[in-house]
């Protein structure tokens, strides 16, 4: 293979990776007493409030990433949403929105030049969008 073609192939290789990274975000706001952390397996998610609960934190999460089904991004973005409520000592998650959201666009173009004049080139653009969830960390009291 020649050098041109190797360098070629190599910056197709990095536009492809380039466009493949993922990105998730989580955030709490503590409004009630934090807990002791615990596993993030034992969070139980809530779409009505249950009978008795206390109040812990606000919390949100979201995924975005090229290669991934919006059923995998979903249950991603719940996973990050029960570790943020697992960090403040959460069992329970009363959700309140969940969906879609824009992230952006995102591109790269590379290129290489030939004899006589004439370039070689790869472009890839693409528009993100991800899943994101949102609701009440609680303390679900079981009596």
């Known amino acids: 293979m020649g050098e041109i073609a190797?360098?070629?192939v190599v910056?197709?290789?990095?536009?492809l990776v380039l466009g493949a990274?993922?990105?998730?975000?989580e955030t709490s706001v503590v409004v009630g007493r934090v807990r002791p952390p615990i596993a993030s397996d034992q969070v139980k998610l809530y779409t009505t409030p249950p009978a008795k609960y206390e109040d812990i934190a606000i919390i949100s999460a979201n995924a975005a990433h090229d290669f991934m089904g919006k059923q995998?991004?979903?249950?991603?973005?719940i996973e990050k949403?029960?570790?943020?409520?697992a960090k403040v000592g959460?069992?329970?998650?009363?959700?309140d929105a969940v969906g879609d959201y824009h992230v952006g666009s995102a591109g790269t173009i590379v290129s290489y030049p030939l004899a006589k004049g004439r370039t070689l080139g790869i472009a890839n653009s693409n528009g993100r969008s991800g899943k994101q969830a949102s609701g009440k960390a609680v303390y679900v009291i079981h009596e």
């Open 6 to 8: 190797m360098r070629f």
């Open 11 to 15: 910056a197709a290789v990095v536009v």
């Open 21 to 25: 990274c993922a990105i998730t975000h």
């Open 72 to 77: 995998e991004l979903m249950s991603l973005s």
């Open 81 to 85: 949403l029960k570790a943020e409520a």
């Open 90 to 95: 959460a069992n329970g998650i009363i959700l």
